[in-house]
């Protein structure tokens, strides 16, 4: 039942939130597996799935896990949400901060930049979303700058 799908993705974050991975991992994993077979694999709650298990598995050093989970999920939130939309914008947020961490940092930037021009057109300037996503963006130009 997707309420049930909703409770075991909510335990997970708490064990993501709690630095247990080792019960976080298996129950995004199940989660996204149930919700793919009983949603579809364009559900918003899917692809929120789709995300939770791509955070844990950044969190955990699995980048190579990651970044497909990262892509996906943004494409399909483009597709079906559009590209404005609140959870695209944190698709394309987190989507950053992997490339980031992979050493991919003129993506990880061109991506940074995107959301945030997206979420001040959305929001405006002063919204806190639009002020951590310029926060993002102008944190990955001011390291990009600086000699190694």
Do not use: C, K, M
Not at 1 to 15: F, I
Not at 20 to 25: A, H, Y
Not at 114 to 125: D, N
């Amino acid at each position: 039942h997707p309420d049930t799908l909703g409770s075991r993705n909510n335990l997970a974050s708490a064990y993501r939130s709690a630095g247990d991975l080792g019960r976080t991992l298996p129950l995004y994993e199940q989660t996204l597996t149930d919700r793919e077979r009983v949603l579809g694999p364009a559900h918003p709650d899917t692809l929120g799935s789709r995300n939770n298990l791509a955070r844990a598995y950044r969190s955990a050093g699995d980048l190579g896990r990651t970044l497909p989970l990262y892509e996906q999920p943004l494409t399909d939130r483009e597709r079906v949400l559009g590209p404005d939309h609140p959870n695209t914008l944190t698709s394309r947020n987190n989507l950053a901060h992997a490339y980031w961490q992979q050493e991919r940092r003129e993506e990880a930037l061109s991506e940074f930049t995107t959301a945030a021009e997206a979420a001040e057109a959305l929001f405006g300037q002063s919204h806190e979303v639009t002020r951590a996503l310029i926060g993002n963006r102008d944190e990955a130009r001011r390291r990009l700058s600086q000699p190694d």
